[in-house]
């Protein structure tokens, strides 16, 4: 396999311009400086944050959806947004969404095989039309659907968890490198979502495709394995293998993230409360100091002063805070 990354985000941040008193405009980063690598070998990333922490838009950078402020995508080495129009529909076939609405994706005019269609045609899968047929259906049974229930059927016919098993579907007809799925599971029923994940994890381990899972649920991120990245206000603040972060966590976002987590045992109750009060997004320019400083229990002067690098707390394992400053720093290259 290659060491080169299938895709690659390089330092990448987001800017928005948000109206302030009078006449004055604010920046705010909804991404800052995050830098992530996919390579050949699959994998599933987990992305866990809050509402508001700069998942989706990060996401969208990914895709060739949102042109970046700062930094760099980069697929199979090259820039994803200087790409000529035969390297996009390449980058667009090795890499697939996946988005949180299970309605919104569909044209709601067109049987909902017209999207397994369009798959097939728009990137020359066959030209026989009884193959294509024979294909649309492995692809529905792939993932746990059975044909009779979905071809012929309206979006709206058919379950939130029914329709996003069909981009699923899609996915297994293109067999991608990659798929970039945002909050997939926050909008149908909890009786699917395992469903859902499992296919997930299966297109992993049969067909070597590598996952980035953005969640701001914690409990579905460890289901799923793999790697785990937090972000807190646009910046990657811990990141590591899962089961390291879950049960170890360094970073004090990440500990109290899972503080927040109730327990399954209903004779544990919550006899703490955590200090998650809410604060105002920090601006571009309170950019030389801990994005997490406000509201952390553990605030040291200095995080008011700098801004943390990422510190390797244990081997393949990071965080970005002072309190590991008798660390190495990791060192992100391009």
């Given amino acids: 396999m290659s060491n ?8 990448l941040t987001k800017e928005f311009v948000v109206p302030g008193e009078g006449l004055r405009r604010h920046h705010i980063a909804a991404v800052d400086q995050v830098s992530m690598e996919m390579y050949e070998k699959p994998t599933i990333i987990s992305l866990v944050g809050e509402s508001g922490s700069g998942k989706t838009t990060f996401s969208r950078m ?6 970046p402020t700062d930094g760099k995508v980069f697929y199979m080495g090259k820039d994803l947004f200087q790409q000529k129009r035969g390297e ?10 996946v988005f949180q609405d299970p309605y919104g994706i569909y044209n709601p005019f067109y049987k909902i095989e017209r999207v397994l269609q369009l798959a097939i045609k728009n990137f020359n899968l066959t030209t026989n039309q009884d193959e294509a047929q024979t294909m649309i ?24 968890g029914q329709n996003q098993r069909v981009m699923l579907a899609r996915i297994y007809l293109l067999k991608p490198k990659i798929i970039i799925a945002d909050e997939p599971v926050s909008m149908i029923d909890v009786a699917i979502r395992t469903l859902f994940l499992n296919i997930l994890i ?16 914690l409990s579905t991120a460890y289901y799923v394995g793999g790697q785990m990245m937090v972000l807190c206000f646009g910046r990657a603040v811990e990141t590591g ?13 990440t500990q109290q993230l899972l503080q927040s987590i109730p327990s399954a045992d209903p004779r544990k109750r919550w006899t703490e409360r955590v200090n998650l009060e809410y604060v105002e997004r920090p601006l571009t320019h309170d950019r030389d100091k801990c994005s997490y400083v406000a509201r952390c229990p553990k605030a040291m002067p200095v995080c008011s002063q700098q801004r943390p690098p990422e510190y ?17 720093v990791h060192q992100i290259s391009a």
């Avoid at 259906?137 to 939130?160: C, F, K, N, T, W």
């Avoid at 390797?312 to 190495?328: I, K, N, S």
């Fill in 4 to 11: 080169q990354p299938i895709l690659q985000a390089l330092n």
């Fill in 312 to 328: 390797e707390v244990e081997p393949g394992h990071y965080a970005t805070c002072f309190l590991y400053q008798d660390r190495p």
């Fill in 137 to 160: 259906e492995e692809a529905l049974r792939a993932v746990d659907l059975r044909p009779a229930d979905v071809i012929g059927r309206y979006p709206h016919q058919l379950s939130g």
């Fill in 88 to 97: 996009r529909l390449d980058f667009y076939r090795k890499v697939q969404p």
């Fill in 62 to 67: 990914l895709l060739g959806l949102t042109p």
């Fill in 202 to 217: 299966d297109f992993r381990d049969k067909f070597d495709i590598s996952c980035l899972f953005i969640t701001h649920n």
């Fill in 241 to 253: 293998v899962i089961d390291q972060v879950i049960q170890k966590p360094y970073h004090p976002y």
